[in-house]
C-alpha cells in the first residue's frame, strides 16, 4: 500500500493518499455516490487510478479477517 498513508498531524490520523490531504474515506463516499473515477480526476488531477483503485484496496483489505459472524435478516 504504498500509496495509502496515514500522519497524526494530517487529518486526525486518517488514512489519505500519500502526498495529498485527500483521505481514503472521502474517496470512497464519491465512489459509493456514483461520482466516476474519471469526475474524481478531473476534480482532483493530482489523484491518479492508481490512487482510487489504492483506496478500494484499502478498504477491502480493512475488511479481512478470519471472524466470521452470522447477519441477522432485517
Known amino acids: 500500500m504504498d500509496r495509502i ?3 497524526p498531524k494530517i487529518l486526525g490520523g486518517k488514512p ?4 495529498s490531504r485527500i483521505s481514503v474515506e472521502f474517496i470512497l463516499e464519491l465512489l459509493a455516490s456514483d461520482v466516476s473515477e474519471d469526475e474524481i480526476i478531473e476534480d482532483y488531477p493530482h489523484i491518479t487510478k492508481q490512487d482510487l483503485h ?6 477491502a483489505n480493512t475488511f479481512k479477517n478470519d471472524i466470521y459472524l ?3 435478516m432485517a
Do not use: H, P, Q, Y
Open 70 to 72: 452470522e447477519l441477522e
Open 54 to 59: 489504492a483506496c478500494l484496496r484499502f478498504a
Open 5 to 7: 498513508t496515514a500522519n
Open 16 to 19: 489519505i493518499i500519500k502526498g
